[in-house]
């Protein structure tokens, strides 16, 4: 028996390369990642015109996921879907501009309580009003209807994962901060 592997893929000339190549500009993947840039780009622009420079809808996502009484880092990572290390990130990153406070927990001091400052808040709601903004430029773009059923389709998307595949190793919210 040989140690050799057996290459089941045919040779790929110019034209099956060029044909791969244009395909992979077509992917679903490739638009939805086109538009998170964009929508990311827009909002980050608009946050800095009222002063929040150097923020992102990501801060906007970990500041949807506190509770009014504080979170742990902990509890605000598996919300958000990402590791601890990259939402301790954010949390020092707004800690540092005075949006959250960081308090060891009363009943673990092992733990901290993050907790949204009023800047944090004020924050918080501008960065909901400039969403608001952008999707309803969308949905005057496309109409209200395509856009709600734009929003509804990728609802059923984003949940779907019929193999339960892990996809920690792949970007998420992380690689827009």
Not at 84 to 107: H, I, S
Not at 112 to 135: L, Q, R, S, Y
Not at 148 to 164: D, G, M, S, T
Request: proline residues 4%.
């Amino acid at each position: 028996m040989s140690n050799s592997k057996i290459n089941t893929t045919p040779e790929l000339d110019g034209a099956a390369i060029q044909a791969l190549m244009n395909q992979g500009q077509e992917s679903l993947a490739r638009l939805t990642l086109q538009l998170n840039r964009q929508f990311s780009g827009m909002a980050a622009q608009r946050y800095a015109a009222l002063g929040y420079a150097g923020l992102t809808p990501v801060h906007t996502f970990l500041m949807a996921n506190l509770d009014i009484n504080g979170t742990r880092i902990v509890t605000i990572a598996e919300r958000m879907g990402t590791t601890k290390q990259f939402a301790g990130r954010l949390v020092q990153e707004l800690e540092r501009k005075k949006y959250l406070e960081v308090k060891p927990d009363p009943t673990d001091r092992r733990a901290a309580v993050v907790k949204a400052t009023h800047a944090g808040w004020k924050f918080f709601a501008d960065a909901c009003a400039i969403k608001n903004e952008i999707e309803a430029e969308y949905a005057a773009l496309v109409g209200a209807d395509h856009m709600a059923i734009f929003a509804a389709v990728l609802e059923k998307l984003a949940a779907y994962n019929p193999q339960n595949a892990d996809t920690s190793d792949f970007p998420g919210p992380e690689s827009q901060a």
